[in-house]
């Protein structure tokens, strides 16, 4: 059974940064692309960034690009989102989800962590 449990948000200032994490279990994630999203209220759930397991070719959402960067540790299974230069605008409860190669959506999702900015 997959596993997602993501950790590390918190309370930061405008400027400031955080790392999130999510450490996956259940099985091996190398056929899986790997992904964060958030949601902020009163908005519809967004995508963030995807990262493949194998090989690690990524993709950001317009509005996260060259301010965050999704990486993954094969080795202690976990996925990483490192979020810089915050807005106010960042502000959402962040969730991970795992794709099986070959699906159409992101099966699996972990439960979320909180990201408040300040300004």
């Known amino acids: 059974q997959v596993q997602l449990v993501e950790s590390g948000g918190g309370l930061v200032q405008t400027g400031g940064s955080l790392r999130l994490s999510c450490a996956a279990s259940?099985?091996?994630?190398?056929?899986?692309?790997m992904g964060w999203f958030r949601k902020a209220p009163g908005k519809e759930r967004e995508f963030v960034a995807t990262i493949r397991w194998s090989g690690g070719s990524t993709t950001y959402a317009d509005s996260v690009k060259g301010r965050f960067t999704i990486s993954r540790d094969s080795a202690k299974n976990t996925l990483y989102l490192q979020m810089n230069s915050l807005k106010p605008e960042d502000t959402a409860v962040y969730y991970c989800?795992?794709?099986?190669?070959?699906?159409?959506?992101?099966?699996?999702w972990g439960q979320g962590t909180q990201v408040t900015v300040s300004s």
């Open positions: 259940g099985r091996t994630f190398s056929s899986y692309t």
């Open positions: 989800a795992a794709q099986r190669s070959g699906s159409l959506y992101y099966g699996y």
